[in-house]
């Protein structure tokens, strides 16, 4: 699903040439990729770490993070394409991780709620 804003209402994209379109209003907030990170996410986990493991940098050198876990508190630091520079802080570590593959997301988000 993607989203794109426009003055009098949000179109989004459901499949291929399947859209929806609703009015602005107080119940909706709409935020960009790098916002959604940084005010949302609490934790997150890779799908698949052994296909997309943790690095030291985009495309860099694969890092073994012991005993990770899917409610490990992170802190986004940074998005930049497909990639996100997270700060573990319940591990004291910090590391880049692929996000998405163009449209497919590569990670499970947990939410502030």
Known sequence: MHVLKKTNFYKI?????????????KNFIFYNWEDFFKEQVVSIESKELKNNPLRDSINGKTLNVKNLKSDDEVEILEVKGEWIYIENITRNKKYWVKWKNK????IYLNLLV
Not at 13 to 25: A, E, F, G, L, Q
Not at 103 to 106: A, M, N, R, V
């Open 13 to 25: 994209i459901i499949s291929k040439d399947n859209y929806v379109y609703i009015k602005p209003s």
């Open 103 to 106: 449209s497919q997301l590569l």
